[in-house]
């Protein structure tokens, strides 16, 4: 096995809260040695957000643990005396800065990306904003529920009744962070090409658009707005959907005539063959379409999901059982992937399997997480490694602009 494919790239995160860190733990899981930077008094929530009473109690919330081990976590003030000093020198040591405040919020600290590209001219910088520098919107602040409904994303989830709903995950902060990590990636590459580093820009909102662009054709084509069509799958086929069974919900996806037919004969409902000889949205007519749905509503009743699983899958029809994520956990399926991670934390017996990357190599293996670092844990260290004397680190500590468990209080 070779070594990671980050190996040796160093990142220095300035990021906080969701996007910004997801985005550089990527990156970290395939390699990349990671400093991240919070602010002096601990003000990211996330610290404290999510997992247990007692992880959220000792600064290793869930949304925290989720995404930063592996990391070296530094205490910094930027705007307290030599606190911008010592970031643009550890910056210039480092191959990618990655930070996720409001526009123009790092360039006002004097470390934005001409900052640092004065003193490291290759250095491959990112700001993950909700909106980008540009445009009305610019300066406004975003996150994840904001996103979600400005994006477009809900108006397409929910139901009529219902009206929009949020997607149940962060899912625009994750979108963000996935794109923020490919994007790092390309610039990592073009920098071995060309030597050149370069200002990525990630808007969150961006993110979001880049992943609907078949809406986008049929809005500016058609004039057809998605809306709110609730389990209606992606093809609209009447015989796809989500069901009710016996003991909980089925989602099933017959998009093609073979896959209607299989299915309708799989459930014995021979008296729709003939309706499923065509799929598309509107092969049927509105009495033809309650009929189907009424149909598959009643026997798929009869019996539990896992059954409607193991017989759909028998006759070639795409099916799942609804099910929650301790069960997908726990699924075989899952750890055959290979894409659980064993994840050590504080207070427990033994470690919790958290998801990692979404996909596996077979020319490297992948990363052992650390336990998740406390705040200020790696100041000392980080800045020995990066050529700070011990004296000059206890000055900084003094003077309020660095912070850690081993350094000595501000004066």
Request: aromatic content about 6%.
């Amino acid at each position: 096995m070779a070594g990671l494919p980050l190996d040796g790239v160093r990142v220095l995160d300035a990021s906080h809260v969701l996007a910004g860190p997801y985005a550089t733990y990527q990156l970290c899981l395939m390699g990349a040695q990671a400093t991240r930077i919070e602010r002096i008094g601990g003000d990211d929530f996330v610290r404290r957000h999510g997992g247990s009473d007692d992880l959220r109690a000792a600064g290793m919330g869930g949304s925290f643990s989720a995404q930063n081990a592996g990391k070296a976590c530094i205490l910094m003030d930027l705007k307290a005396p030599g606190g911008r000093e010592t970031f643009l020198r550890l910056a210039q040591q480092s191959d990618v800065v990655m930070e996720n405040y409001r526009p123009g919020a790092m360039d006002r600290l004097g470390c934005g990306y001409e900052d640092v590209r004065a003193v490291k001219p290759d250095i491959i910088y990112c700001s993950l904003t909700g909106y980008g520098p540009e445009g009305p919107l610019s300066g406004a602040p975003a996150y994840d529920h904001i996103v979600q409904g400005m994006s477009g994303l809900m108006s397409m989830t929910g139901t009529p009744d219902q009206g929009p709903q949020r997607v149940g995950l962060p899912i625009t902060d994750y979108i963000a962070g996935l794109t923020g990590a490919l994007a790092i990636s390309g610039a990592l590459h073009q920098l071995r090409q060309t030597g050149q580093g370069q200002h990525l820009i990630v808007p969150m909102l961006s993110s979001v658009l880049s992943m609907m662009g078949v809406f986008a054709i049929d809005q500016q084509t058609a004039g057809r707005e998605r809306g709110l069509q609730g389990n209606m799958p992606f093809s609209g086929s009447p015989f796809a959907g989500r069901f009710d069974t016996s003991d909980g919900y089925i989602v099933v996806t017959a998009n093609t005539a073979a896959q209607a037919a299989r299915m309708v004969a799989a459930l014995g409902l021979d008296d729709l063959a003939g309706m499923a000889g065509d799929t598309a949205p509107d092969a049927l007519n509105d009495d033809q379409k309650a009929e189907v749905a009424a149909a598959l509503d009643r026997v798929f009743r009869t019996k539990a999901a896992t059954e409607w699983e193991e017989i759909l899958a028998e006759a070639n029809v795409p099916a799942g059982k609804v099910r929650n994520l301790g069960e997908i956990l726990a699924h075989p399926q899952t750890a055959a992937t290979g894409c659980l991670d064993d994840l050590p934390l504080p207070g427990l017996d033994g470690p919790v399997k958290i998801p990692g990357l979404g996909f596996t190599s077979d020319a490297w293996d992948r990363r052992p997480l650390p336990q998740p670092e406390n705040p200020g844990d790696s100041t000392r260290r980080v800045l020995t490694d990066a050529g700070f004397g011990a004296d000059e680190i206890d000055a900084l500590a003094r003077a309020g602009a660095i912070a850690g468990p081993d350094l000595p209080p501000r004066d």
